[in-house]
């Protein structure tokens, strides 16, 4: 089979590259998935998992990705709940080769069924974000109806569905980020918006959630905006400034059908719209991944489509 691989840490995304490789081993309680589009994220190829095993031991060459959206190829030994040539899209494991190939191997549990009505490209684009704003926002943050949340990085791929989940359970949405992403963070349901470049972050007053995509400066000015009681909720890394009467949490994505359940019904009931941004074939994944004009044109997740549209 095809896919996108990785030798040499040291490379960059210059040593990404279009391979061949073996077609996966389903093991116990796998899936083996034929992908027909794919989501990654830029910085994987600092993330120590995608160069060794849970054990600590090399496994290039790494296939990175770990957004995926397809059909069931194979069932493992032992594997229930899912059927060969069934619509599933899902997250792969991180310490695994992930999800730009032709194949991926993955857990049956970190999948979930992708109605017929759901495009494999829209699907490809839900699960990191979606499970990130899920989690950011209620599991961590407990976020409710009436409370007040701050998003940081509100229009990409995490920031842009936290704002509509929020906004979905009745709670008063801050946006933030560049100028340009204004008009279309209010619409997608923020209450308002904060230029962090122009704008005194410290000016929004106090909230009951910051969720941070930022780190940084950023991260560290967020902690006197959550009043007593409230959470400060980021992905970026562990703060080094916490609230002074709250909560600070840092937190890794974790796989979770009944969650990606609930979001993709959102998609089809038009409640939910993941920022799918450029679509571009496996063959052209290396230059994806590239920083600058390069990599990405345009807002919204750039998504690769592994199989052609129309294809069964």
């Known amino acids: 089979m095809q896919a996108v691989t990785v030798h040499d840490r ?3 995304t210059g040593g990404l590259a279009l391979t061949e490789l073996p077609y996966p081993h389903a093991a116990e309680n796998d899936v083996i998935v034929r992908v027909h589009a794919a989501g990654f994220t830029r ?3 600092s993330w120590p998992a995608t160069w060794t095993d849970r054990a600590g031991r090399d496994r290039t060459p790494s296939v990175p990705g770990h957004e995926l959206s397809g059909v069931v190829a194979e069932l493992g030994y032992g594997t229930t709940g899912l059927t060969v040539g069934q619509r599933v899209f899902g997250l792969a494991d991180w310490t695994r080769d992930g999800s730009l190939a032709e ?3 993955v857990e049956a549990r970190n999948l979930a069924p992708l109605p017929a009505d759901v495009d494999h490209v829209v699907a490809a684009a839900l699960p990191v974000s979606g499970l990130t704003a899920w989690q950011g926002l209620f599991d961590h943050g407990r976020l409710t109806a009436g409370q007040t949340v701050l998003v940081h990085g509100a229009v990409g791929g ?5 704002v509509q989940l929020a906004r979905e359970v009745g709670a ?3 946006a933030t980020g560049r100028s340009a992403d204004r008009d279309t963070a209010l ?4 209450d308002a918006f904060v230029d962090l470049r122009a704008d005194r972050l410290e000016d929004t007053g106090q909230v009951d959630v910051v969720f941070d995509v930022i780190g940084g400066e950023i991260l560290d000015r967020s902690a006197a905006l959550v ?3 409230g959470t400060l909720v980021t992905i970026a890394a562990p703060p080094t400034v916490r609230p002074e009467d709250g909560r600070a949490v840092f937190f890794v994505v974790e796989p979770d059908r009944a969650t990606l359940t609930g979001l993709v019904q959102r998609v089809r009931d038009g409640r939910l719209t993941p920022a799918v941004g450029e679509v571009r074939p496996l063959a052209e994944a290396p230059a994806a991944f590239a920083p600058g004009p390069a990599g990405r044109r345009g807002p919204g997740r750039t998504i690769i ?3 052609p549209e129309g294809t069964a």
């Open 227 to 229: 009043r007593p009681g």
């Open 43 to 45: 910085g994987e190829l």
């Open 103 to 105: 194949y991926a191997a």
């Open 158 to 162: 995490v920031g842009s569905i936290a």
């Open 172 to 174: 008063r949405v801050i």
């Open 187 to 190: 619409g997608l349901g923020a």
């Open 10 to 12: 040291d490379a960059g």
């Open 305 to 307: 489509r592994v199989v």
